[in-house]
């Protein structure tokens, strides 16, 4: 069975600083599908950044950028220049490509304080 | 376009009561998947459903818990005689057809049980 292990409960950055959150996972699959969800104190689970397995390239989504490292089965979240709204509970989610619907694996998630 | 509407917001429910939680997927999508937030947890995937049937259902617990989403109205996920250790986050997300990972999530319910 695949596990998403998210190490850091909790971080902190300064506004405007960069942060990396870490993610690990295990699985036995080579096709897959990477994420990373954002949950402000709203409880809205949030789409920040989705990489597929088989790209080399790592997703960048604007201040939001991936390094993924397949073969230590590593996906960490880098937030650049980070912003007061950037505060909230992020989750490492995994899901495999075997299936043909969107059942979807979470980390415990790590809790993101932003200090003005 | 709305987006998934997921009510009640709360619910707060003595111990031995029904629970009963509604979501409305998106316009146009046949998938409804939920899930499980307990305290301090991620998401921990219960049941997915399409229209009349359940597909994979490995997550639900196996007693109290019952899902649905027939051909007319929203998906009900039914937890029967309610005890403390249900109380929980508990989000829809709905997804289209034949599209990988078109995911978008409720709000959620969050269940109280007292």
């Known amino acids: 069975a695949q596990t998403v292990t998210q190490s850091q409960p909790e971080m902190s950055v300064q506004e405007a600083e960069t942060v990396t959150l870490s993610c690990t996972y295990d699985?036995?699959?080579?096709?897959?599908?990477l994420f990373w969800y954002k949950q402000p104190p709203s409880r809205q689970m949030i789409l920040v950044i989705r990489?597929?397995?088989?790209?080399?390239q790592n997703a960048t989504e604007n201040r939001f950028s991936v390094n993924f490292q397949k073969a230590a089965k590593s996906f960490s979240l880098k937030i650049s220049d980070s912003q007061l709204g950037d505060a909230a509970m992020y989750f490492c989610a995994y899901r495999s490509a075997k299936t043909s619907y969107d059942k979807v694996i979470f980390g415990p998630g790590t809790s993101l304080s932003v200090i003005p | 376009n709305a987006g998934v509407m997921q009510n009640p917001r709360h619910l707060v429910r003595r111990r031995g009561q029904e629970a009963r939680l509604r979501c409305s997927p998106m316009k146009g999508h046949s998938h409804v998947y939920w899930y499980r937030q307990l305290p301090e947890e991620g998401l921990k995937f219960m049941v997915y459903l399409q229209k009349e049937n359940i597909i994979d259902e490995s997550g639900m617990p196996k007693e109290r818990f019952s899902a649905e989403f027939p051909k007319e109205g929203p998906s009900i996920l039914r937890i029967q005689q309610v005890v403390r250790g249900d109380s929980a986050a508990y989000f829809c997300?709905?997804?289209?057809?034949?599209?990988?990972?078109?995911?978008?999530f409720g709000s959620g319910t969050r269940l109280t049980v007292v």
């Open positions: 699985t036995s699959e080579s096709d897959y599908y």
């Open positions: 990489q597929e397995a088989y790209k080399q």
């Open positions: 997300a709905s997804s289209p057809p034949n599209r990988v990972y078109g995911y978008t």
